[in-house]
């Protein structure tokens, strides 16, 4: 069965910093990785996605893909208090998306 | 352009009963996905849909079913409502089907309540 791991959190980050959030992904076969960020009572929104290995930046987010280790990071700079929500990863492949679970982050003023 | 638009917003059924959510995915995408979202299980995958055909289907009884029009508009009929069938429905809609560039865009979602 596929998978994806998430920490589930929370996570907090002070404002100003860098959060780290991270996955995994058990399915070899995924091609491509999506971030999504969720506010409580809303439906995730898109925030990224990523499909070779390395690096991926738009604005304050890098994406960060790794598929030796199956590993998938997303990368907030200057963390704003309304980045705090919860961040879902997701992993692609021809039979649709496997979520995880999401990280709970927390950005303290 | 319009996002995914799904109705009703909130429901409230009691057990036994059966109930049909709709979805109006992106105008030009014709890649309908439903998934259910719960506290404890998160988003799970319930069927993907491609040109009003099913093209993947996760882990769930036979209650749940699906189906597209040739509008690409997707319906998700559940039956004999169970307590534990209370979640949030999302509607997720995509250009393509499968790999690269299926990036997901999902709606507002349906709140079910089964009592």
């Known amino acids: 069965q596929k998978e994806v791991e998430q920490n589930s959190g929370p996570l907090s980050v002070p404002e100003g910093a860098i959060a780290s959030l991270n996955c995994t992904y058990s399915d070899r076969g995924s091609q491509s990785f999506f971030w999504y960020r969720q506010y409580s009572g809303k439906s995730p929104e898109l925030i990224m996605f990523i499909y070779s290995n390395g690096d991926k930046e738009d604005g304050r987010f890098t994406a960060q893909l790794n598929k030796a280790s199956q590993y998938v990071s997303l990368l907030i700079r200057d963390s704003q208090p309304s980045d705090s929500a919860t961040y879902l990863c997701a992993a692609g492949g021809a039979d649709g998306l496997t979520f995880g679970k999401g990280t709970h982050l927390i950005i303290q003023p | 352009k319009a996002g995914v638009t799904q109705t009703p917003r909130y429901l409230i059924k009691t057990r036994g009963q059966q109930v049909t959510l709709s979805c109006s995915p992106i105008?030009?995408?014709?890649?309908v996905s439903w998934y259910q979202q719960t506290p404890g299980q998160g988003l799970q995958f319930l069927f993907e849909?491609?040109?009003?055909?099913?093209?993947n289907k996760g882990n769930f009884p036979g209650r749940f079913s699906g189906r597209q029009f040739s509008n690409s508009r997707s319906e998700m009929n559940v039956s004999t409502l169970e307590l534990g069938d209370s979640a949030l429905y999302l509607c997720a809609s995509s250009a393509l089907a499968g790999g690269p560039g299926n990036e997901q865009f999902f709606g507002p979602g349906t709140r079910l309540t089964v009592l």
């Open positions: 105008s030009g995408h014709r890649s």
């Open positions: 849909y491609f040109s009003e055909t099913q093209r």
